[in-house]
């Protein structure tokens, strides 16, 4: 018995077993193993696809049922923080440079926004100008009359009302 490479398996020689496998190979279809096998990746392929689709669907109804509600939250967090500065006797600009300072992820990216045209020397009215839905309409208003009358201790709690309607 000749040995391939000096080895033996269970008393059967490397060629001996090359062999039985050329003789599987020779009785095996090929077509219908690749058809098995594209069949069984596609399958799995569309499973992970009508799940993406599903997961991608239900986000997107939270997403839109949830947006009204996060811009409110979004708007009772920018006025507790002025207002918490305006207590403390500091100016709405420096305690929304402070607030962004902190690198918190509960106030929203257009604060931040707001906080960087701030730093970069615009008053809070300019600033607020130039960041569009920082806050809703009415709300926003209110503070900008409140800025031009001083009174900003009274509009928090009427702009607080307001969001909770």
């Given at each position: ?9 269970a ?30 990746i ?10 993406v ?34 207590r ?78």
């Amino acid at each position: 018995m000749i040995m391939a490479y000096g080895l033996y398996t269970a008393g059967v020689s490397v060629r001996s077993g090359m062999t039985e496998f050329a003789s599987f190979l020779a009785v095996v279809d090929f077509e219908t193993v690749v058809e098995g096998l594209l069949g069984a990746i596609f399958g799995t392929l569309l499973i992970l696809l009508i799940g993406v689709m599903i997961f991608g669907a239900g986000y997107s109804l939270y997403f839109l049922f949830s947006l009204p509600r996060r811009r409110l939250e979004r708007a009772m967090i920018f006025l507790n923080i002025v207002d918490s500065g305006i207590r403390r006797n500091v100016t709405p600009e420096e305690t929304i440079k402070s607030a962004a300072a902190c690198c918190d992820n509960s106030v929203s990216v257009r604060f931040h926004l707001l906080a960087a045209w701030i730093e970069r020397g615009a008053t809070w009215r300019e600033a607020v100008g130039l960041v569009p839905r920082l806050l809703p309409p009415r709300v926003m208003e209110m503070l900008l009359m409140a800025d031009r009358v001083g009174g900003w201790s009274k509009i928090f709690p009427v702009c607080q009302r307001q969001l909770a309607d």
